[in-house]
């Protein structure tokens, strides 16, 4: 029994041996099968795919720096370019794998290393985090020879400033990334950008590049950018009016130099103003350019161009008779004065020469609102200038049926409206260019659309008529010697919140040069001046003197005034400045002529309707 047993058994054991044998073998047989056909699989029909995955971690794609567009003046002198600096940047995952070492890192960049820490475990999820932006590439060199894990440097660039603050509102200056936010910087940043290229590099694991591989696109530097701004001019404006500003203790001031002929910018300052290489360390206000954005009341800059729009419409003539007598007259509850006297029967030259409030109001009183309100629009009033420039302002100028009764009158002499220094000189330039009227542009050779808004003859009778001014009138200080000088002066009460404020006044001149073909269209607003003098002619035209004797001899303006030269030599005064220092008399006088002016203005809240201005 036992051997048959055994011989049942035997046969059964080996069998399920076998097929213990044989499904291990099948089995193995189909995972061969698999993996053979997953290969074939990951090789053959998805090789694309895991391709681009394995090389995504390994082969990377980064930026190639590339700079901005130069600007320089209209000369070629470089007033804006883009030097090469370096930033750092850090793997933060993989520093804080050896915090060891952040220390090390905080010292070399003169951070705190608790700060340092602090930045990388709030980023400790991310790859990517800078350091220091914008250093010098010695520096980042150092740095990045530490051996740090996770730290790495990029080549940007940083823009730089040659001229500092001399250029500072017309350029602006760019941000971090190198953008424009203000200014030309801001105004052409398109045309200045450039665009980035890109190449292919293999990392290794721990990020740094071991090969460059392809170059994707190539890096596209920006356009430079010629201006019409002369740097030399620049300076010069910059010089005069900070020692106008700090003699006559003002809250600041504007300078704006336009070619009469092309409508380019040539000069345009303004104070306080702010060094574009160090903006952060810079007061908002001052990176204000007031000569496009802030507005001011023309005050009697404004009378030169109530006699245009009059000769225009024909309701007066250069000879008209105009009586000023006695010397003031009364609106309903206001009453306009000629300050700081009567001056009685006069021409209509003679309006302009003596600044006459009376002879002005009466000039308007001719002419329909309509009239009035479509010439001065003419001359840019009202209307943005459409100079390029981020955010420069159209003024105030209501239509007729904003005005109220007395507004018509206060306009024609400068209260009640609200101009740009940019708007005036504009203004004063048609008049200079024979009633044609160009936008200003800051881009050298760039030629905007004229209008003629008035006929030539007219415009240099007006000329002529300003010519007065600085002969006969109250802006003797404005004279060049050689050459004929035409303006008008302006002081006009500042308003506030409660209206007029007694003691504070915009001091202006506008005039052009030479008068008898000019080239030059200037204006000067000097800000709040406490120094004791009020007049435009005492404070304002001392400047446009200076800066325009300057500006004749850079640009090689050749005198039209001979006879002047002739005298001055024959005196003994040839090579001498051609100031005409205010006399005593003149000096004294300005106390009470100023209180006379504080007189002449009722303190009414309704305060456009009450101003008046000075005769100089």
Partial sequence: MNVSKSGRNRPRNSFSLRNRLLWVGVGLGLCSVALVGRAAYVQLINSDFYQRQGEARYLREVPIATSRGMITDRNGEPVAVSTPVASIWV?????????????????????????????????????????????????????????????????????????????????????????????????????LSGKPGAKKVIRDRKGAIVESIDLVRAAEPGKDLTLSIDRRIQFLALKELRNAVTVNKAAGGSIVVMDVATGEVLAMVNLPTYNPNAVAGAAPDTRRNRAVTDLVEPGSTMKPLT????????????????DTNPGFMTLGRYTIRDVPRNNGVLDVTGVITRSSNIGAAKVVARMSDQVFYDSIRDFGYGIAPHSGFPGESAGVFPSPARWSGPSKTTMSYGYGISVTPLQIAQAYAALGNGGKLIPPTFVKGQRNESRQVLDEATAREVVRMMETVVTQGGAKQAGILGYHVAGKTGTARKNGPRGYERGHYNLLFAGVVPATNPRFATVIVINDPQGGLYYGGLVAAPVFHHVMEGALRLMDVPPDDIQSWLTAQASGKLGHSATVLPTPAEVVDVPTAAAEFEAAVPTVSAAPAAATETRQ
Wanted: avoid cysteine; hydrophobic fraction near 40%.
């Fill in 91 to 191: 793997n933060p995952q993989e520093l804080l794998r050896a915090p060891e070492r952040i220390p090390e890192l905080a010292q070399a960049l003169s951070l705190p290393a608790d700060e340092l820490t602090s930045r990388l475990s709030q980023k400790a999820d991310k790859e990517f985090m800078y350091l220091r932006r914008r250093i010098n590439p010695d520096v980042a060199e150092q740095v990045v020879a530490l051996k740090i894990p996770g730290v790495f440097s990029q080549r940007e660039f940083r823009r730089y400033y040659p001229q500092g603050e001399a250029m500072a509102h017309v350029l602006g200056f760019t941000n971090i990334d190198d953008r424009g936010q203000e200014g030309l910087e801001l105004a052409f940043d398109s045309w």
């Fill in 307 to 322: 006699i245009a729009s009059a000769l225009r419409a024909g309701v007066v003539t250069p000879t008209t008779v105009i």
